[in-house]
């Protein structure tokens, strides 16, 4: 038989260059010809390209049957014939006759055009505006077969003009005439051309939807079981009777899905929560055996969605990254971006690194084709999981700096915790991120709020109006606040020497009424940051403060330790009787007393001085508090502390918490007055006459 069709084959393109044969051709002949070849799945291009030749000329004769009877089997074949060497093609040609004869197409024909012009991916807006609006006014007249055609090529090419109206009404008439006349197909064909083009505010046409794919369930196969699922998922819309029936019915078929199936079905039963263990051991189980069919875009679909479940795949996820990793450069960027949050989410980055350096050498490869939010989703990822890797985070940078404008409170705060957390300290991206927040805390909610001060506190950047947009603004959601949010927040206001009064009494009551979710770090952040404000309410410290440190005594690490010992020391400044149980205070004592000591070259040098103003020195001094002086000495029968302050000691030129407490603490608890020495101060004194009388004002300072 395809002897015989080659052979008709040439006969037609012989004749075509005949002028005599040329003037028999007709329409019904030329469109019986197409039609013949594409229904036998003969695609011979010549042939198809000799036919659009033939219908040039005459296509002006063509009435609206015979122009959906000649392009469908064009699309059929999926042949996209060019009409001359200036660029014209078949499609355009019959758009442009289309139009004309709009109101003289039957149903028929308007559903058949559109489906052969959407099948064969050629968008063409004033053909499907056309047709949308003669066929608005016209649906009774069309089959439920055709109504489904209908909707599904538009849903492909929507109309650039009343998009809603003609989804509104195809919606209206399905409601009106119900399902009863739709095939399965039609059914989920209608289903996810609505859910293509994101309509979802006619409710009565969803519910429709929904009771018919509820009874009709048990007789879908594979592909409506998929599609069905995925256009509820794509709106949003829970059913969980649909799904308990669509994962009966999928479970038992699963080899018949593909890959494409596979990771629509996965997708869809993550985006609306369902978390059944045996849908996704099937998919996964199946999938497992497929993976080579997979393409990229589906692999990343499939972890994305595994990765939202709690239930671990780990086997899925390190066969998707050993096929994966080889070939990287055929994903797209969003699949790129979906590898990353998947593994990342997974926990599954851990037994993977190498397929996230992979990714990162790969991104970095590809500039300006991440979106901004892309990019802070991936850095984001990325420090979630403690993997610094310089040259992406450059990259990220670099890609993002012209474009804060276009990230939401979130998505900055996000990024500016991001570069932070593994080390990057990006002055120039903290700084722009920074001026775009200054204008916008108000937007920013109770977390981004926490991890913007977190992240330029650590990073040690001397920002007093961001700390003072970010205070106010804690201050109007202050009910707002998980306990690590409200713990992160305070721990970022005292380190970075801003114990910002107002805000500390403000967040007293709300952090008290979450002491109970509170881990063990958070309760040491919260009591070490009011130690450094100096901010006492009852309501938060007091005996059930102390028991939830009792609870999760055994839980505090060395840092912690530390810190519930300077609380101690700060419950004793202000004498009050709220205090830690002895055998937890010597704990937290001993630790705090474990410092190691170095004696930087900047100490030798003021100790020196004070040797030559004759003032006897002890170094390395340990107080009965548990600090560590670099020094002390008598002066008038007095102990006077020295500490010689460097950089490390200052954000900028204002002390951090650490040092506001300690200079506080031996002041009132070892009665020991601190004489201070910044380094700056020190750097700028040039003789040793000059340092000798900057040590003697000093210590006339605290006579």
């Known amino acids: 038989m395809p002897e015989l069709f080659d052979l008709l084959a040439d006969e037609f393109v012989s004749r075509t260059h005949d002028p005599n044969e040329v003037e028999n051709f007709d329409a019904v002949t030329l469109c019986q010809l197409a039609s013949s070849f594409a229904k ?29 009877n000649l392009i469908q089997p064009f699309a059929f074949a999926q042949i996209v014939p060019k009409l001359g060497d200036d660029g014209r093609i078949l499609f355009d040609e019959v758009a442009k006759v289309t139009i004309l004869r709009v109101n003289s197409l039957a149903p028929q024909n308007m559903a058949n055009i559109l489906w052969a012009y959407a099948t064969s991916e050629q968008p063409h807006p004033e053909l499907f505006n056309a047709i949308a609006q003669e066929a608005a006014p016209r649906l009774k007249e069309f089959s439920s077969k055709q109504l489904a055609n209908l909707a599904w090529a538009l849903s492909k090419y929507p109309p650039t003009e009343s998009n809603d109206y003609i989804f509104d009404r195809i919606a209206t008439e399905v409601v009106d005439r119900g399902m009863e006349s739709f095939t399965n197909q039609g059914l989920t064909m209608v289903a996810h051309s609505f859910a293509t083009v994101g309509h979802t505010s006619h409710g009565d046409f969803w519910n429709t939807i929904e009771r018919a794919a509820v009874d009709r369930a048990s007789q879908f196969g594979h592909l409506e079981c998929a599609q069905m699922a995925w256009s509820f998922a794509t709106i949003g819309r829970s059913s969980d009777e649909l799904f308990r029936h669509i994962e009966r019915v999928a479970i038992s078929n699963i080899r018949a899905f593909n890959s494409q199936g596979l990771s629509n079905l996965a997708w869809a039963f993550s985006m609306l929560g369902y978390d059944s263990l045996s849908i996704f051991e099937a998919i996964a189980k199946s999938s497992m055996n497929k993976m080579s069919d997979f393409k990229p875009a589906e692999k990343a679909m499939l972890v994305l969605s595994f990765s939202r479940i709690s239930h671990p795949f780990q086997s899925l996820f390190d066969q998707v990254a050993s096929q994966s990793i080889f070939e990287l450069k055929s994903f797209g960027s969003l699949d790129l971006f979906n590898m990353v949050l998947s593994y990342s989410k997974a926990d599954a980055s851990r037994r993977n690194k190498k397929l996230l350096k992979a990714i990162a050498d790969e991104i970095v490869c590809r500039p300006s084709s991440l979106s901004p939010k892309m990019l802070v989703g991936i850095a984001w990822s990325y420090a979630n999981e403690g993997f610094r890797d310089p040259k992406l985070f450059s990259f990220i940078s670099q890609e993002c700096l012209g474009y804060c404008d276009s990230l939401d409170s979130q998505e900055i705060a996000s990024l500016a915790w991001s570069f932070v957390s593994v080390g990057c300290r990006d002055r120039l991206l903290l700084q722009t991120l920074a001026e775009k927040s200054d204008t916008k805390w108000e937007e920013f909610d109770a977390q981004p709020l926490a991890n913007m001060a977190w992240a330029f506190a650590t990073a040690e950047e001397d920002k007093p109006s961001l700390f003072e947009g970010i205070a106010d603004s804690a201050i109007t959601i202050k009910n707002n606040f998980t306990s690590q949010g409200v713990s992160n927040l305070l721990w970022a206001f005292s380190a970075a020497g801003y114990p910002e009064q107002r805000l500390f009494q403000s967040l007293a009551i709300p952090a008290s009424s979450i002491l109970n979710e509170a881990s063990h770090q958070s309760l040491a952040n919260i009591a070490w940051a009011y130690s450094v404000a100096n901010v006492e309410d009852s309501s938060l410290f007091n005996e059930q403060f102390v028991s939830f440190c009792v609870q999760k005594e055994h839980d505090f690490d060395y840092q912690g330790l530390r810190q519930l010992h ?30 190691s000591l170095i004696t930087s070259d900047l100490q030798k040098q003021v100790v020196s001085v004070l040797h030559s103003v004759r003032f006897n020195v002890d170094e390395e001094v340990q107080t009965n508090s548990g600090y560590f002086l670099d020094a002390t000495f008598i002066n008038n029968g007095k102990v006077i502390g020295l500490e010689i302050d460097g950089p490390s000691h200052f954000i900028g030129k204002k002390k951090k918490g650490n040092t506001i407490l300690k200079k506080r603490q031996v002041a009132n608890i070892d009665h020991i007055p601190i004489i201070s020495v910044p380094y700056w101060e020190w750097n700028d004194l040039v003789s040793v006459e000059d340092k000798e009388r900057y040590i003697l004002s000093k210590i006339g300072q605290t006579q």
């Open 40 to 68: 036998a799945k003969h695609n011979d291009a010549r042939l198809f390209q000799a036919i659009a030749k033939a219908v040039s000329p005459i296509l002006h004769d063509f009435n609206g049957r015979h122009l959906a």
């Open 566 to 595: 300077q609380w101690n020391l700060w419950r004793k400044e202000l004498k009050s009787d709220i205090v830690l149980p002895i055998d937890l205070g010597s704990r937290c004592f001993n630790e705090f007393s474990k410092q």
